[in-house]
């Protein structure tokens, strides 16, 4: 039998406020419960898994070797240095560096609240990207052959070594009135924390960008020449590939082979080719058809110097550190490796998904909650502007869009943010138009809060529920679409991405690769499938109908 | 002593308000206010009573622009608050005098508070949002606000959801906001409905004290005539949209002069009354020999009733509305059927400057 309580709270004492506990707020108590569901646990640590090897891509997949030692001393340069450290982009150094301090933010007890500071980390990022993005767009129209006189010498100008201050003050100059922008954003209370937060941000946007204006990758095949002539040793990452290096010779390796396997097992398969084109000439012969027993003795001498230069390239590689990596996953047809690519990929998935995401929040939010709030003529356009979106076909619009725009990330994740708003705006107007009428609405416009106070401060927390609900289906769904292009070799082409790998399971020579199959197919399904199961898990959360206690 | 007339706080004047019922332009609109004329002084408490539809939240709710247009329109009138006519003002000029220098109560205390936010951060905005101060000001002046209400623990339960609150509760920590930016006009609609007696006895109080320290004026909406007794200085009646009778609040109770008035009184059932059955508006309303009882029916002066009989109702003036208020006594209007008797002494606007409270102090 359980100990009775020892002491009762009496209705006097709970009346005079004793037993009273701090109450947590919505959006904790929405968490805690969505903590409570396995399921969604379960969602959320291969969504923070994708999010993490996102962040850090480039330390655990990359060709360029962690740390190069010289054996004999060197006269010139260092005796030893980290290639992976120099062939780090801006993107890669802001992941690197600001994830770690969002998350550092977010943990670490501090006074002020969490949604402020939330909401200052997604004010901070999305200048940073944006920071980025104008920069890295600058450098690169400014790269491309022809833009005349005064663009050669503004990239001579930032270019030049000795002046290494110069690219900082270019970044610093784009992030500036970005950042005085941000100012104006209300995202916390006090202007101190604001500007802090502001500087941090366009200080390390600048010096990121700055220092990485062109990164100089150390030429990668040179680094395993000189491993295999045993002058440099190396230390290699967990996954010593990079997504953007192709060797012709190691195309289409199964999982769990490594170099020297499949270097072994393409020779194999060559002396097979050979045995085959001997004994049709062998038959040639003897039926007497000339022409074919000329053909076969042409093949086999092609496959004969195939064989060697394997040979040649197999014995300079042998015994070397290079001839021991694995391909986890194997290669696709280009020759990559697929567990690199798939670990890169995270990047584009989570970022279409997200950023996309975002902007169809961002539109549909505000539309919805002028229509719900205002209703009449207000509504009846701004609705019948949502039925025009609604009727357009995204995907259609993106393939249209891929052969016109520029084959970019961004344009890509504008155009799926810029037509998928529709359920967002159409959910915060059902929302709106059922608070609008109640009390508290009106008690705030009777203490005189502005519009968007009542809006966004008030309304909106009341009714975004199936609004957060539908963003994460929507996020799956961006994901999809990104996939699909990508599947149809519409996607990003200078980016790793889940879908084009999907597509290349079928190579250019028409056999089926299964594991270009399974594992991009497999960590596209578990993506979709965690952010479904949290926009569930969030809904069965926040549903007041599933809920028993009352407000 | 010369006294200068003294100016109202809030001058209602002949307003009428009106709400479109079915979308149509040209279809019939629902009259919810038919010209109002009414007064509230600082240090005033005007009790508007009246039963539901007949206007009275819609006249707060003017004085403050909170109508929405459309479905509604302001017909016509005016509403001087501070020299200032509020009706003409844009919403930007709005923001400043709702909550900073008009403060409301509603009357449903359960849905008034915003259920996603904590009671302390609620009144701190709406501090924060007409004072200049800072945080930490602002939450030790919702603090005495709390306080000021009698809520329990205020610093506390400043962190409390208000789930966490009861009703009573809620509707205190509704007037701490309110009266949280000192405002110069209350308008309470029916503040003390959701509230037991004793707490209602403590608000009421508490609005009274606020009021001598604070010079606010205050318009009471309420169904409660007990309330009315103990707490108001003048008394509107209304009915159908309009003022049916406005008399200083001793007068009023003393003399009811309206039948409709008298008809509310008589349906209040006393404690010790055996009656088989309580005492209904309509039986006072429909009997005409209630109507005869007011001073000068004999010579025109006849209370105007909207339900009136048509072979019953005296001859109007035509072409002009046929109610008008007319000023019986120095410090008494009643409706009156607008005859020529009536039309000939031209009756100003009710304005009454009376309080009991100095006068008390004065006696």
Redesign the interface.
């Known amino acids: 039998m359980p100990d009775a309580p020892s002491k009762v709270i009496t209705g006097i004492e709970a009346?005079?406020?004793v037993g009273?506990q701090?109450?947590r707020?919505?959006?904790a108590d929405a968490w805690s419960r969505v903590l409570g569901t396995s399921t969604a646990v379960a969602a959320l640590i291969w969504i923070g898994a994708v999010a993490v090897l996102a962040v850090i891509a480039p330390l655990i997949a990359n060709a360029q070797p962690l740390w190069l030692e010289h054996v004999e001393p060197v006269t010139r340069g260092p005796q030893s240095y980290s290639p992976l450290w120099s062939s780090l982009t801006a993107t890669d150094l802001l992941l690197l560096f600001g994830a770690p301090i969002a998350v550092a933010v977010m943990m670490l007890p501090m006074r002020t609240a969490k949604s402020q500071r939330l909401a200052a980390l997604i004010v901070a990022s999305i200048l940073s990207i944006l920071a980025a993005a104008l920069f890295q767009l600058v450098i690169g129209w400014l790269d491309i052959p022809g833009q005349g006189e005064r663009a050669v010498s503004l990239r001579n100008w930032l270019r030049d070594p000795s002046q290494w201050w110069r690219p900082i003050a270019f970044a610093f100059a784009i992030m500036v009135p970005l950042a005085l922008i941000g100012s104006l954003l209300p995202f916390t209370?006090r202007w101190w924390s604001r500007a802090a937060i502001l500087i941090a941000a366009v200080a390390g946007v600048s010096l990121a960008c700055g220092f990485r204006v062109s990164t100089s990758p150390t030429d990668y095949d040179a680094i395993v020449t000189a491993e295999a002539r045993g002058e440099i040793r190396t230390v290699s990452t967990l996954v010593p590939w990079s997504p953007d290096r192709a060797r012709s010779e190691l195309i289409t390796v199964p999982p769990m082979r490594t170099v020297s396997e499949a270097f072994s097992d393409k020779i194999v398969r060559l002396d097979e080719s050979i045995d085959r084109a001997r004994a049709a000439e062998q038959r040639a012969d003897v039926a007497g058809r000339r022409l074919d027993g000329m053909r076969a003795a042409d093949d086999q001498t092609q496959l004969a110097r195939q064989r060697s230069q394997l040979q040649a390239e197999w014995k300079r590689l042998e015994g070397t550190s290079f001839a021991e990596r694995r391909f986890i996953l194997g290669t696709d047809s280009n020759g990559v490796d697929v567990l690199a690519q798939l670990i890169w990929a995270c990047r584009l998935s989570l970022s279409v998904g997200f950023v996309s995401t975002g902007i169809a929040l961002f539109i549909g939010i505000t539309l919805g909650a002028l229509m719900g709030y205002f209703g009449?003529k207000v509504d009846l356009l701004l609705f019948r502007l949502v039925e025009i979106f609604m009727a357009m076909p995204v995907l259609f619009l993106l393939i249209v869009a891929a052969g016109v725009l520029p084959r970019n990330t961004y344009v890509m994740m504008a155009i799926i943010g810029c037509v998928s708003w529709t359920g967002a705006a159409r959910f915060t107007r059902a929302e709106f138009l059922k608070l609008r009428g109640?009390?508290?609405v009106?008690?705030?416009?009777?203490?005189?809060?502005?519009l968007p106070s009542i809006l966004f401060k008030?309304m909106l927390?009341?009714g975004v529920t199936p609004v957060l609900v539908d963003a994460s289906f929507a996020i799956a769904a961006a994901i999809l679409a990104e996939a699909t292009l990508s599947f149809l070799g519409l996607g990003p082409d200078d980016q790793a991405s889940w879908g084009k790998l999907l597509a290349s399971a079928t190579g250019s020579t028409g056999t089926f690769l299964w594991w270009l199959a399974i594992f991009p197919g497999l960590v596209i399904f578990l993506s979709v499938l965690s952010y479904n199961v949290l926009g569930g898990a969030l809904r069965d959360a926040i549903d007041p109908k599933l809920r028993k206690?009352?407000? | 002593m010369v006294h200068e007339p003294e100016r109202p706080l809030l001058d209602v004047a002949d307003l009428a308000v009106s709400f479109d019922n079915s979308g149509a332009p040209d279809a019939p609109r629902v009259q919810a206010v038919a010209g109002v004329n009414l007064t509230v002084f600082p240090r005033q408490t005007l009790a508007v009573v009246g039963e539901s539809g007949c206007g009275k939240s819609v006249t707060a709710m003017s004085t403050m622009q909170l109508i929405p247009t459309p479905p509604g329109r302001y017909d016509r009138g005016s509403i001087i608050f501070q020299g200032r006519d509020v009706l003409s003002l844009s919403e930007h000029e709005m923001l400043s005098i709702r909550g900073g220098k008009i403060a409301m109560i509603f009357q449903e205390p359960m849905t008034s508070l915003n259920p996603v936010y904590t009671i302390g951060d609620q009144i701190m905005e709406a501090v924060m949002l007409h004072q200049k101060v800072s945080p930490r000001e602002a939450f030790e002046l919702s603090v005495k606000s709390l306080e000021d209400v009698g809520l329990a623990k205020p610093r506390e339960r400043m962190e409390g959801y208000p789930h966490q609150f009861s009703g009573g509760e809620r509707q205190r920590v509704m007037i701490a906001m309110a009266l949280g930016c000192r405002p110069a006009l209350l308008l309470a609609d029916e503040p003390t409905t959701a509230l037991d007696v004793t707490i209602q006895a403590q608000i009421l109080e508490l609005l009274r004290e606020l009021q001598v320290s604070r010079g606010m004026g205050i318009m009471l909406i309420t169904h409660n005539l007990g309330v009315v007794a103990e707490n108001a200085d003048v008394v509107c009646v209304m009915y159908a949209g309009r003022v049916v009778e406005y008399a200083p609040i001793f007068d009023l109770f003393d003399r009811p002069m309206h039948p409709y008035t008298r008809a509310l009184f008589a349906s209040i059932p006393g404690v010790r009354d055996a009656k088989h059955r309580l005492t209904t508006v309509d039986e006072v309303v429909n009997d005409p020999a209630q109507f005869r009882k007011l001073p000068g029916s004999d010579r025109g002066v006849i209370a105007w009733w909207p339900f009136t009989p048509e072979s019953e109702r005296p001859r109007v003036v035509a072409g002009r509305d046929e109610y008008a208020l007319h000023q019986i006594e120095p410090e008494r209007w009643v409706a009156c059927w607008r005859t020529p008797e009536v039309e000939a002494k031209s009756s100003p606007r009710p304005s009454l400057t009376f309080r009991r409270h100095e006068m008390t102090v004065s006696a």
Not at chain 1, 442 to 448: E, K, M, Y
């Open positions: 009346m005079r406020g009273a701090r109450a707020g919505f959006w209370s009449g109640q009390d508290f009106q008690s705030c416009r009777a203490v005189g809060l502005p008030h927390p009341n206690a009352a407000h």
